[in-house]
Each structure stands twice: as C-alpha cells, then as structure tokens.
C-alpha cells in the first residue's frame, strides 16, 4: 500500500503545478488588461466569458478575480459578477497621496546606493519606455508602472515593493478615469532625471523630483475609452501567457 501511494504522488504533482501556472497565467493577463486601461474602470467581467476566451476553468478565473480584488483592482458585487474596480475621486487623491509617501522611501533607500546591475537593468529599462514611446501606447502605460515597481524592488525590502506595486496598480484606475491625455515623452524625461539624482546619490533632490513626476501623473490620461467586449481584449494577454 505504502509503495502504491508513493508512485501516485509524482504523478499528481504535474497536474497541480499546471493548474498553477494556468491560475497564475490568468491572473496576469486579467491585471495587465486593467493596468494597460484596455479593460476600463466598471468593465463587466463575467467568469464563463473570460474562462471561455482564456481557454481556463471558471474556477481559475474566479481565483484570478478574488486576488485582483484583494488588490484593489476587481471589485466583487454581490449577485451582480465582477468588475473592474471604478475608484472615486476621493478614493484618487488618497492613493496617490500614500504612493507619494512610498516612493519617497524609495528614493532615500536609493539614493547613491544602486549596483551597478541594477544601474544597468534600470537604465535599460527607461531606454525602452523612449522606444515605445509615441509608438505603443499600451506598453508605454506598462513601462512606465514599472519603472517605479522595479525601483521599490531593488530597495530589498518585501513589504515596500508589495505596497508600491499595489498603489501603482490603483493608479492606472485613477487615471483612466479622471486624467486628461498627455504627452508620454514628458513621462520619459522625469524618469530620466529622478535617475540621475539617484545614481548622483542625492536623496532629497530624487525625492523632490519623484514627487513632482507624482503631481504631473495626476493631470495625465493614458488611453480613450474602449468598450470592446473583455472577451475579445483579452485575446492578446492570453497568447501572451500561452493560454
């Protein structure tokens, strides 16, 4: 019996794995379509719909929605299905204001203090938000949200990084639906420059510039509207995630 058991064990643990990475793989494709602003603040998101178009379970999908929930992005109504979360303006200014006070934290933890690795990884980074820029605007919106979640992750602290890309994450919400359009070079450039005060090692003048850039996100839009039905803009996440 002992034996038995133990050569069903390896064989179950595959299928675990894959159910997983599909899970995971949902839950990625869902946040990068609201991140992205292609599914706009109040889309429906109804689970036989998307698990349909993902090619997943309903059961994977909900897991995906209840984590977006947790992060402020998906809201849950009783009766009613998911959405995408629709943030107030009050809810807005709050947000920003605690992002605000995060990425300052960021900035003294590195000021003066970057690897040259990391040096790399983020300068290398700005230089393709330039490339997309004017060019892609859904990767520029992606780009730009990770340069400052990439920035709270080489701090090394865990719970900074988390909370940082939570608010980043709420941010793109805010925008899409309250910002008015703008020019994504201007984003550019003041990542650019809140990088050479950090690689200058100096704090206060990255944390001055951080805090500006912050102010100048909240009177900038991403992309128009776009009521397409979630079904077919999630075609393109979903090859992505190889769903």
Do not use: W
Not at 156 to 185: D, F, K, Q
């Amino acid at each position: 019996m002992a034996a038995s058991t133990k050569a069903r064990t390896p064989a179950a643990r595959p299928s675990q794995d894959t159910a997983v990475s599909r899970s995971a793989a949902v839950y990625r494709a869902l946040k990068r379509a609201i991140i992205e602003q292609a599914l706009q603040p109040g889309a429906k998101l109804p689970e036989d719909s998307i698990g349909e178009r993902l090619g997943v379970s309903r059961t994977l999908v909900r897991e995906a929605l209840l984590r977006l929930s947790g992060e402020g992005l998906v809201e849950l109504r009783p009766n009613r299905g998911a959405c995408v979360a629709q943030p107030s303006l009050e809810d807005g200014r709050d947000i920003f204001a605690v992002r605000s006070a995060l990425e300052k934290l960021v900035m003294e933890a590195l000021a003066g203090r970057l690897t040259a690795e990391q040096r790399h990884t983020i300068e290398a980074h700005v230089a393709a938000e330039e490339k997309a820029s004017g060019r892609d605007a859904a990767m520029s919106i992606r780009l730009a949200g990770e340069f400052h979640t990439m920035l709270a992750e080489m701090t090394g602290n865990v719970l900074l990084a988390r909370y940082v890309n939570e608010v980043v994450s709420r941010c793109s919400l805010i925008l899409a639906l309250y910002g008015r359009p703008h020019s994504s070079e201007c984003g550019v450039s003041e990542h650019r420059a809140v990088l050479a005060a950090l690689l200058a090692g100096d704090a206060a003048k990255a944390a001055s510039l951080m805090a500006g850039h912050l102010h100048a996100i909240t009177d900038r839009a991403l992309l128009a509207r776009n009521d397409a039905d979630p079904r077919d803009i999630l075609a393109n996440y979903a090859r992505e995630e190889g769903l």
